[in-house]
């Protein structure tokens, strides 16, 4: 079984908090999402930080770092509450994708063999990458089902078990 513990610093915290995004519940998700399309062996406990590129529109995850990069620009689809959830969802599974990539399918870092400025501009050689295509078709898949269970987890969070 894997158990993922993601971490932040109170900066990154409060964005998230300021985002409507409750960092425990995204790791509920996450925790609950690979456990059930992955089957684990033995039971691992790695970590990962979460990151927020300030001004920029993507997010990033550098091979052999347990870090994830996202955009701090969750407006891109909208200015609602689920728009912005919506935006961090879509970049937080595509990295965590390349995180899975690199700790879990052992594939190397020069099997993504393009540069940042091949990323930025779209080039063929960013887009067609089989790793790329591989994160966003797992990004895809899984964000719609990723969503409705943090909404569930959420409202199950809000109730109080009273006597």
Known sequence: MLSIELHAKQAVKKWLRDNDIDIRIIEKCTNI????IRKFNK???PEIEIKR???INSSGYYFGCDELH???NLDQNGWSKEKKFDTFVSHYLHELRH???DNILGVSEDKLNYTDEDAEKDRPT???NKWEVDARR????YKKEFIKLYHLLE???DKKDSR
């Open 99 to 101: 995180w899975i990539q």
């Open 155 to 157: 409202k199950l969070s």
């Open 70 to 72: 996202l955009t701090g």
């Open 53 to 55: 590129y300030k001004n």
């Open 126 to 128: 960013y887009v067609k």
């Open 43 to 45: 039971w691992t406990f």
């Open 33 to 36: 999402l690979l456990n059930q």
């Open 138 to 141: 797992f990004e895809r898949k």
